[in-house]
């Protein structure tokens, strides 16, 4: 465990950068027909063309994306003015301004990039697909190496100094921008994707889209914050005292600030970085090398190999046995089916929605409970509150979740390949 905390999740790091910057370079010809296709719609219009447009491709205005781009781009330079304003960097008035408009613009720039990684994907193949960490991190980096040259002149790097953890606060930052520019974007595809099977116009789904993006806004920092005063998360804690056991873990982001940190502290271990990378390629290769010219059922995907390589076992451990699950569920499913002929109800795309619904249902259960029990451990200041049995229980309870585990495995098996007509 101290390897893996220590070295391993660096070479997790350089994969999930190259998984990235590979979903960037695949998607520069979509990226370019759309943005292509929008500015000509507006040419058009200038020039008092008639512009057909049916009403089901009737976006929100391209001019008016842009002003509103625009209008937020504000508080995001004030942010970042504040962050750094806080930090007395030892730099003349001209540099800091640059560095805040820098900061702005390159925010802006790779949010728009990551947004358009992460819709993308996301219609394409769902948002299991979207590489956000892989985004983020590779924005990090990007800007905390532009900022070393931007300030290198000016500024000592090395250690934890005031100077470098504020500049990695505001790098974490930025990443913040763009993982919820990704993550935003594939939840708005989805959205946009199912209005567009069922006919609804686009733009009127947008609005809406604006609408619930202000609410939950307005209601997911109040709800953070619960949960780390409840909690306590990624082994940071609001008081003296805290369980760690009960801290919520939170890997993504331990690992951004480890790096942002890592980058202006000189810790960063570069040669990891680049055999992650290197990983990276390889699975590239032999995904399309040799997996896709056999027309393999079961590809290998850079993020999946990367997330495996860096979060923790108790992490990774229910996806594998969710994996094992649908896999002897598929295979059961297609040896009846060979074995009854034509004749036998082709259910598997309808079996498989039905675990996915169930599983769904789980995740939203399992999020909505915490943050339940997060409201009376806040107010108490104790996460043992509401607790009915003593240390003592710790094996029995271990027992029965086990159990209670190996149960909803084998209801998920069931959905998996049972008849349905």
């Given at each position: 465990m101290a390897v893996r905390t220590s070295?391993?999740?660096?070479?997790?790091v350089g994969t999930m950068i190259f998984g990235g910057l590979y979903a960037l370079f695949s998607l520069i010809g979509p990226i370019r027909t759309a943005i292509a296709s929008s500015f000509a719609a507006i040419q058009k219009?200038?020039?008092g063309l008639a512009v057909t447009m049916v009403r089901t491709d009737h976006d929100i205005p391209m001019t008016t994306v842009l002003l509103f781009v625009i209008a937020l781009s504000v508080p995001v330079f004030i942010i970042f003015h504040n962050v750094l304003g806080a930090a007395d960097l030892p730099i003349t008035s001209a540099l800091y301004w640059i560095t805040v408009t820098f900061l702005t613009l390159f925010s802006l720039l790779i949010g728009f990039i990551g947004a358009s990684i992460g819709g993308y994907m996301a219609g394409i193949v769902g948002s299991s697909a979207n590489p956000i960490s892989g985004i983020t991190i590779g924005a990090i980096l990007a800007v905390s190496a532009a900022l070393l040259v931007l300030l290198g002149g000016e500024i000592s790097f090395g250690g934890e100094t005031k100077e470098s953890l504020s500049l990695a606060a505001t790098?974490?930052?930025?990443?913040?921008v763009v993982a919820t520019a990704a993550?935003?974007?594939?939840?708005?595809?989805?959205?946009?994707k199912a209005g567009y099977i069922?006919?609804?116009?686009p733009w009127k789904q947008q609005v809406c889209l604006i609408v619930g993006v202000i609410a939950g806004a307005c209601v997911i920092a109040p709800i953070l914050q619960l949960l780390y005063e409840a909690y306590g998360i990624g082994g940071?804690?609001?008081?003296?005292?805290?369980?760690p056991a009960h801290a919520l873990a939170a890997p993504q982001a331990t690992?951004?600030?480890?790096?942002?940190?890592?980058v202006f502290s000189n810790a960063l271990d570069w040669p990891l970085v680049f055999l992650g990378v290197g990983v990276g390629l390889g699975i590239v290769v032999i995904d399309r090398g040799i997996l896709g010219p056999m027309k393999a059922e079961y590809r290998l995907s850079v993020m999946a190999v990367a997330l495996g390589i860096y979060l923790p076992i108790e992490v990774?451990?229910?996806?594998?046995?969710?994996?094992t699950v649908n896999f002897f569920a598929r295979l059961h499913l297609k040896s009846q089916q060979s074995r009854h002929g034509e004749n036998y109800p082709r259910v598997e795309a309808s079996t498989e929605r039905q675990g996915l619904l169930f599983a769904s249902g789980l995740i939203a259960g399992d999020a909505l409970v915490g943050i339940i029990l997060a409201i009376p451990f806040a107010v108490y200041q104790s996460t043992t509150i509401l607790a009915l049995v003593g240390p003592s229980f710790k094996e029995t309870a271990t027992t029965l979740s086990v159990v209670t585990f190996a149960a909803v495995a084998c209801y998920l098996y069931r959905l998996g390949y049972r008849e349905k007509v």
């Open positions: 070295k391993l999740r660096y070479i997790g219009s200038r020039l790098v974490i930052m930025i990443g913040g993550a935003l974007s594939c939840d708005n595809l989805q959205d946009l069922l006919g609804a116009t940071r804690f609001p008081r003296l005292g805290m369980d690992l951004m600030a480890s790096v942002a940190e890592g990774i451990m229910p996806l594998v046995i969710g994996g």
